[in-house]
């Protein structure tokens, strides 16, 4: 095997390589069921969520159960990470009264009580049912890491459409406290309506530092491969890049006026402007790299593929990628900035979609890894859809910049065009990734070779 590849024997690992990755997931789902759960528009009945949120912990549990031969203490432990990560949802519960100290120390005991008693459930549905223990290896771990860091990367490319579709950028008017505070500890009780979208925003951009961070810090733990370790660095960088990007946004502003705890009037400047813009495509453009380091993590990257990739091919994957950000960006202007920009977008999107298209074919010819011709199916598809999401949105968004929410159809809408746009960028991005791999195995040499390529899920 490449010295380029992780191995996923099935070699002993310690608890922190088995429960780590499990408890960082676990946190990832319950964070962003959380905020589905408390959206303006869904507003969920607490018993609900706290359902929800019961059933992820038990899963977790069960995940790390049955990763290492200690399952109760496995799981114990991702218990134990998933509350540490949500603490920082904690102190808004907590803020209304911080000088309850006895509050306080009651809510953090209960916490990760009740989340470690979930996560023995989910052990004991291991032990109960005689399962045969996985033992994880380190490639295992990382690749729960990875999907981990590319699934918050997504739900926040989401949030942060419905922020700007809600033209709540402003809502809270300071970085990086929120209306004077720890922005950690803003009440619940303030989170309603645009201070909810943006602080939410906020608070998920955290757990996708962390989250990114903790990936990063993992690679070099887990002895992972030199172009691994470099992009997990780039991504760790980048992440941080991003949420300075995202409070210049709001410090650079002329002026925002508060009324009664509300931001009445802003008033932008060109600098502002110009970082809307390059937040937003800068954030797209990280969650293409979340998706390579996934895929780099993955088994199907990291064992041998049939098939061969023509040298041009990684130049149309190039082409490829820079019309997509050029188009994301044209979008990011038209959507941020002015509508005097929707006509090169809409140009723009025929174009690209052509070169989809044929891209998309080329992926099809005879003697292409099976991945490579599914990702050039899947860019077909998702272009067409997103070019006819793209006219939807526009009948629904209409001519002039939005400056204030315009009801839940065009929110969603307009976020959805914006996500689908991001998914688009991604497969690009994958599809750019494996002009580069070096374990293709052409029909060629296997006729000539014993090698056997063995089957991955």
Known sequence: MSR???????????????????GVATAVAMWTSGFIARLPFIQAHPAMLFGVLAVIMVWGGRQAALRHPRHRACALYAALVAGTFDLLVLGSFLAEDLSDVRRT?????????SLCLLAMLGAWTVSSQKLEVEISSRGEGLRWLGASTFVASMVMIAIGGLVTSEEAGMAVPDWPASFGENMFLLPLSRMTGGIYYEHAHRLYGTLVGLVTLSFGVCVFLFRSPKNLRILASLAVIQVIF????????????ESAIVVGGQVAQVQESGLSLALRVFHGVDGQLFLALTAVLWLLTSK?????????????????SFVLLAGLTSQLT???????????????HIVGAFVVLGLVFLVSARC??????????KIGVWLGVVAAVQVTLGFYALAVTGSTVRVASSGIEE??????????????LTLAGLLLCWTYHEGLISEKRLSGTNFTIRKTS
């Open 411 to 424: 929110t969603l809408v307009a976020t959805a065009h914006q996500s689908i746009g991001a998914v688009l």
């Open 242 to 253: 991003q949420g300075i990007l995202g409070g210049g946004r709001v410090t650079e502003v």
């Open 300 to 316: 199907v990257w990291n064992n041998p593929v049939k098939g061969h990739i023509p040298r041009n091919e990684r130049f149309w």
């Open 4 to 22: 380029d590849t992780l191995e996923y024997r099935r070699a002993p690992s310690s608890l922190f390589e088995a429960a780590f990755p499990v």
């Open 105 to 113: 120390v009651m809510a953090l005991t209960g916490l990760f009580t």
């Open 330 to 344: 044209l979008g990011a202007l038209s959507r941020h900035v002015s509508r005097d920009w929707m006509i090169p």
């Open 364 to 373: 099809s010819q005879a003697g292409m890894p099976a991945p490579r011709v």
